[in-house]
């Protein structure tokens, strides 16, 4: 009896803490799956293994918070099929406002079993189903008139919108004691509980992607792949004319990796592809040749031409202008002064000290109006020299200061 008594608490213990928790009990919780942004591959594949893991873990129900204005991948009708027929009762709701269903979601948000949206929401343009995929026109159903244009939530709207819910909490009350048809069988919802003098929802766990799965989402965002595309490159060049392999090339590497997968699933303009990669181009010419000048400002206009019109697939995917106008103003702000700054500090400097050099005697390389370029001790250095100096090639100077990495000379 002494031994079975510890063996018996023992047991006890295994069991309590083995246990389900309330929540985790069949009936016992709703899953809330949140997905936003352009559907890829890897996202829809969430979606579904959510969906299935919530009819595996006894959820209630499963609630799929959407807000999508496109779909990037042809995998979408094995989707659409799984909700139409889930493994346990199953909402699609658009939402919170301003959220969007278009394209494929918009098909998504048709094939649920139960559909609700928030008011403010905009759901329509649902062809193409994938952006950049060629139309099929939609000749019955909910999205028949639909194809080509978009509206907005005001209230249940026949075949795409029966409940208008402004967040997950009202739309956990309307769905209380509905019943929805599971695979032949009638099931009714509870999804409230007393609570003191009212009721509460039941316990709600929310799910989203991995950090991996948004990243890859945030790169099929026409902006963001536009700005690593651009940026990525910007950075490359700074590596390569000011540091040396380093930290800044790793930076590079990744943007252009990020880039490259959005690039790779958007519906894009070749040509404007093309121009981002000219603007480049312009921008490093002209910094190679020491200022800011025709070049310059030619590489700028084409890379916000490039930004505004890099994807077909308007009206689903649209560029912001003002995000494009950023991006655009920052690379050409960082040719202009950032890369130019550290190269001339870089190259400008062949000794860690330069006060020494004051009194010391040279010549001139090159033309100054005002700036140019002296040879002292064997070096060459920028330099700056009054606009009256009049100094060209082969002139005697005399180092009469030091600014940073730039000597500021005389006539000698």
């Known amino acids: 009896m002494a031994r079975i008594i510890p063996l018996l608490l023992i047991a006890s213990v295994v069991l309590v803490l083995g246990s389900p928790a309330i929540g985790d009990e069949p009936g016992g919780h709703i899953e809330i799956i949140e997905i936003s942004g352009n559907l890829d591959r890897p996202a829809l594949d969430f979606v579904s293994d959510r969906v299935e893991a919530a009819a595996r873990g006894g959820a209630t129900a499963a609630i799929i918070q959407l807000d999508s204005r496109a779909t990037l991948s042809g995998g979408l009708p094995q989707l659409a099929a799984r909700i139409a027929d889930p493994p346990l009762p199953l909402v699609v709701w658009v939402g919170p406002a301003p959220a969007s269903a278009f394209g494929g979601a918009a098909h998504l948000l048709a094939a649920a079993p139960i559909k609700a949206a928030a008011p403010g929401a905009r759901i329509g343009y649902a062809q193409p189903v994938v952006a950049g995929a060629p139309h099929h026109p939609v000749r019955s159903g909910p999205l028949e008139g639909f194809a080509g244009s978009a509206f907005t939530v005001a209230e249940p709207t026949e075949g795409l919108v029966e409940i208008v819910a402004p967040s997950i909490s009202n739309l956990m009350v309307e769905l209380d004691g509905r019943t929805v ?77 990020i880039s490259g997968y959005g690039l790779s699933v958007l519906p894009l303009r070749g040509w404007a592809v093309g121009l981002a990669l000219a603007a480049i181009w312009f921008l490093t010419a002209d910094f190679q040749r020491g200022r800011a000048g025709p070049l310059t400002a030619l590489g700028a206009l084409a890379m916000l031409v490039s930004g505004l019109y890099l994807t077909d697939a308007a009206p689903q995917i649209r560029p912001s202008w003002w995000i494009v106008t950023v991006i655009t103003v920052s690379v050409t ?10 190269a001339r500090a870089r190259f400008s400097t062949p000794t860690m000290g330069r006060r020494h050099l004051i009194g010391r005697s040279g010549l001139a390389v090159t033309r100054f109006d005002p700036d140019g370029v002296v040879e002292v001790e064997g070096a060459r250095w920028q330099a700056t020299a009054h606009r009256e100096a009049d100094l060209g090639p082969g002139d005697p100077v005399v180092v009469r200061g030091v600014d940073g990495p730039i000597l500021e000379v005389d006539p000698a």
């Open 181 to 257: 048809d599971v695979r032949g069988e009638l099931v009714t919802l509870r999804t409230v509980r007393p609570a003191g003098d009212g009721s509460a929802a039941i316990e709600t766990v929310f799910y989203e992607p991995s950090i991996g799965v948004r990243l890859l989402q945030l790169a099929t965002g026409v902006e963001a792949a536009f700005f690593f595309l651009v940026a990525g490159l910007a950075v490359a060049v700074f590596e390569f004319y000011a540091l040396g392999p380093g930290i800044a090339a790793g930076v590079a590497a990744f943007m252009l990796l």
């Open 333 to 342: 702000a960082f040719y202009v002064i950032g890369i130019r700054t550290v």
